[in-house]
T-cell receptor, first 118, second 108 residues
Framework: GAGVSQSPSNKVTEKGKDVELRCDPI?????LYWYRQSLGQGLEFLIY????????KSGLPSDRFSAERTGGSVSTLTIQRTQQEDSAVYLC????????????????FGEGSRLTVL | QKEVEQNSGPLSVPEGAIASLNCTYS??????FFWYRQYSGKSPELIMS????GDKEDGRFTAQLNKASQYVSLLIRDSQPSDSATYLC????????FGAGTRLTVKP
């Protein structure tokens, strides 16, 4: 597809269940970001993947959160033992970045996955 | 801890006025700065980038950067109701960090 694709668009789950959110970035984009946005709030950085480098996991709020990126393309964000405070929109973004060049900063966002934990 | 701070607003201006949005950041070595616009229920989209001290103009939008003061601003001239959105300041040290956003309402 032409843009960043995220699935599911909506997910309702019960407290304590595990969820997986998927992001398919724009083809050829080397950088992939996950953010969380609660209602009326800004974007909370979660994790950043750049090429084959070790991901920057500094934003993950707890060890219940993990993410992987397979083959430098598709990424999955996993939340284990979900809690009500995990309810938010999870946004994925990708960008093209070449080592030695200033990152243009143009992140292309998906439509997000809205997670509701009951 | 890298911080990006914005006034959450809301900011309300009449149609045709200048809207001024401000942002400060904590990491002195940051080099790349961006403004994103987010309409309600939509994902953010890039509207301006700035890398050097001074002003950068693009149509009705002007971004201003002062690295010594660690300050970035966005001016919107001749504000239109269609500019009503949340404006997010972002600072890129490869892990792009966003401020909380300022909600702007332009009243006809």
């Amino acid at each position: 597809g032409a843009g960043v694709s995220q699935s599911p668009s909506n997910k309702v789950t019960e407290k304590g269940k595990d969820v997986e959110l998927r992001c398919d970035p724009i083809s050829g984009h080397t950088a992939l970001y996950w953010y969380r946005q609660s209602l009326g709030q800004g974007l909370e950085f979660l994790i950043y993947f750049q090429g084959n480098s070790a991901p920057d996991k500094s934003g993950l709020p707890s060890d219940r959160f993990s993410a992987e990126r397979t083959g430098g393309s598709v990424s999955t964000l996993t939340i284990q033992r979900t809690q009500q405070e995990d309810s938010a929109v999870y946004l994925c973004a990708s960008s093209f970045w070449r080592r030695g060049q200033t990152n243009t900063g143009e992140l292309f966002f998906g439509e997000g996955s809205r997670l509701t934990v009951l | 801890q890298k911080e990006v701070e914005q006034n959450s607003g809301p900011l309300s201006v009449p149609e045709g006025a200048i809207a001024s949005l401000n942002c400060t950041y904590s990491d002195r070595v940051s080099q790349s700065f961006f403004w994103y616009r987010q309409y309600s229920g939509k994902s953010p989209e890039l509207i301006m980038s700035i890398y050097s001290n001074g002003d950068k103009e693009d149509g009705r939008f002007t971004a201003q950067l002062n690295k010594a003061s660690q300050y970035v601003s966005l001016l919107i001239r001749d504000s239109q109701p269609s500019d009503s959105a949340t404006y997010l300041c972002a600072v890129n040290d490869n892990d792009m960090r966003f401020g909380a956003g300022t909600r702007l309402t332009v009243k006809p």
